[in-house]
């Protein structure tokens, strides 16, 4: 089986590229080899090729940039998967969208599943909600996954500042009033496997209608094999930055790395100044569905961390 991963050269991208690259035959485009804000070359360059699953991890991801550059947000994070899913369409290749926690207004207190509408505060939540409307119009058997703060070892994110942070000064702060669940690449990679055309669950190309297991019959989890729609995927639990950047020291020391300071005091969102863009407080995924269509449990943020400072951070 041959698997296209756009977005090579990033967090969550290049992690495919290397997992799938043990079982797989993987293609992979990083932005210089393949432009999202180029619908002619995305239609010559993936046209030509034949593949049968194509999974987009590109996107404007900084959010801030996106509020301030509105029309770039929405071609690359919303026109492009409209093209891409065109492609898969076209091919009847599996296609698997990643998209954002952003799209919730962040108003809820318990974990947001698939059915809560989506209300985005920032460009960065409207134009990656826009692109998964137009992924699903273009192909209804395009599978969107919602994923929440991604951490990995090919690209720096909150918790390698946060080290940092703690190496080389005496006080560090974090948001302690921003809720959501620390996801680790490496997990997301293993995750998504099922909903791959010869993944052990389900038929080749079913998708979401793996569902069969558990006989679940709501709009986009049909077991209509020509349904996909909406999943959310993260690890367990919830927390805030502050926890988050609490633990990762903890496990920092737990494997003697050297730190200035072990303890992160508490900021607030309020206080981010150098913010552009509105942010969620509460984005807490629910990957209950998930769990229910595939069996797989995803395991807990505090693990999953744990096992990234172990193998990572020296
Ligand atoms: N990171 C998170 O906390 C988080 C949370 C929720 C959802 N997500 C979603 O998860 C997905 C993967 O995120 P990530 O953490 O892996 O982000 P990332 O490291 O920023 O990767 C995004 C990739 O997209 C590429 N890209 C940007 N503009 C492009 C363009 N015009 N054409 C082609 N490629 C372009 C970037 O390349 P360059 O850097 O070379 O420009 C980068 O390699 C994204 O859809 C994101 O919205 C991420």
């Not at 041959?2 to 043990?22: D, F, N, Q, S």
């Not at 960065?124 to 395009?142: T, W």
Request: hydrophobic share 40%; aromatic share 10%.
């Amino acid at each position: 089986m041959r698997v296209v991963i756009v977005g090579a050269g990033g967090r969550l991208g290049a992690v495919l590229v290397r997992e799938y690259g043990h079982d797989f035959d993987v293609v992979g485009f990083n932005h210089a080899q393949l432009d999202l804000g180029a619908p002619e070359q995305l239609r010559s360059t993936l046209g030509a090729l034949d593949f049968d699953a194509l999974i987009n991890t590109a996107a404007q991801t900084n959010v801030d940039r996106c509020e301030t550059n509105p029309e770039e947000a929405f071609a690359l994070n919303g026109e492009a998967p409209r093209i891409l899913s065109e492609i898969c369409a076209a091919k009847k290749a599996r296609f698997i969208h990643i998209s954002t926690d952003y799209v919730f207004d962040g108003a809820k207190r318990a974990p947001y599943t698939e059915k809560d509408e989506a209300r985005p505060i920032s460009v960065y939540g409207e134009s990656k909600m826009a692109g998964e409307q137009a992924a699903l119009e273009a192909y209804e058997r395009a599978l969107i996954v919602r994923v929440s703060w991604v951490f990995g070892p090919d690209r720096p994110s909150f918790i390698d500042w946060v080290i940092k942070q703690a190496r080389e000064h005496d006080e560090v702060k974090a948001i302690a009033d921003k809720w959501a669940t620390p996801t680790y690449a490496l997990d997301l990679a293993q995750l998504l496997k099922p909903f791959l055309p010869v993944a052990g669950i389900g038929d080749p190309g079913r998708g979401v209608s793996v569902n069969a297991k558990t006989g679940v019959t709501d709009p986009g989890y049909s077991s209509d094999p020509s349904y996909g729609g909406i999943l959310h995927l993260a690890n367990t639990g919830e927390c805030t930055w502050q926890e988050y950047a609490q633990w990762a020291l903890d496990c920092c020391h737990e494997a003697g790395v050297a730190l200035k300071t072990r303890t992160i005091g508490a900021s607030s969102l309020a206080e981010m100044k150098s913010f552009i863009a509105k942010r969620p407080v509460y984005s807490v995924l629910s990957s209950q569905h998930y769990m229910d269509v595939t069996g797989n449990t995803p395991r807990p943020w505090r693990d999953v961390v744990a096992d990234y400072v172990r193998d990572f951070i020296r």
